[in-house]
């Protein structure tokens, strides 16, 4: 099946610094992307939706200016948390889906797990 | 509004069946998903349904019916491992997921 990879798999970082998230679709093209977050005990959130070549659009409640969506080509978008705070700390998880009309399924990255100190 | 339910929790006998309910009401609706989630893990795809009927896949089960806003998802012969979170989600018009909150399956020996 469709594989999508997520980059990197943990991070621990300071304060205030920023870190990047990658999802990478391996094996098929993605126009759209999703960017989720989890926090423990709860389910999955929808941040934002990364469309190639295009602004992301975020759901209500997410700061745009502090989660920057870059969806560059059709394989790859990049989720950067600036800033980061301890209240960031979470589950982020991307998926990706075909770039057809009939495809339903959605592919998951690993998710990448974000502590900050 | 949009919303998705679905049990909190569910126990279950190892070797027997359990069936995870889903009702959902959304604006459009292209699909239904189910997807186990591990604790700590990224959930994985189990079941899409958009048809009306069951859907069957080796232990795993899923049914839609859509003029009732219903799905379930049936596991057979339950082994420890199945223990996990069950999601439900809707793919809406406009082909974002809805999430439900999800059932904690307990699998007891």
């Known amino acids: 099946g469709a594989v999508v990879s997520q980059h990197p798999s943990w991070v621990i970082c300071k304060s205030g610094t920023s870190v990047k998230i990658e999802c990478r679709s391996l094996?098929?093209?993605?126009?759209?992307m999703f960017w989720y977050r989890q926090f423990p005990k709860q389910s999955l959130m929808l941040m934002a939706t990364?469309?190639?070549?295009?602004?992301?659009?975020?759901e209500q409640g997410v700061e745009k200016d502090k989660f920057l969506i870059n969806h560059a080509s059709l394989t790859l978008s990049t989720l950067t948390v600036t800033s980061a705070h301890p209240e960031d700390s979470s589950f982020y998880i991307c998926?990706?889906?075909?770039?057809?009309?009939?495809?339903?399924?959605?592919?998951f990255g690993e998710g990448s797990r974000l502590t900050v100190l | 509004g949009q919303n998705i339910d679905q049990p909190t929790e569910m126990t279950a006998t190892e070797g027997a069946i359990v069936q995870i309910n889903c009702t959902y009401q959304t604006s459009g609706f292209n699909g239904l998903f189910w997807y186990q989630q591990h604790a700590g893990e990224a959930p994985t795809f189990l079941s899409y349904n958009v048809l009306d009927g069951l859907e069957e896949k080796g232990r795993f089960s899923s049914f839609l019916s859509r003029s009732k806003g219903y799905s379930y998802l049936l596991l057979k012969e339950l082994q420890m491992k199945d223990s996990a979170s069950y999601l439900c989600?809707?793919?809406?018009?406009?082909?974002?997921?809805?999430w439900g909150a999800g059932t904690k399956l307990i699998i007891k020996p």
């Open positions: 094996d098929f093209q993605a126009t759209t």
């Open positions: 990364s469309n190639e070549g295009s602004k992301a659009t975020y």
């Open positions: 998926s990706a889906r075909e770039a057809r009309l009939d495809a339903g399924e959605l592919f």
């Open positions: 989600a809707v793919m809406g018009s406009n082909y974002q997921l809805i």
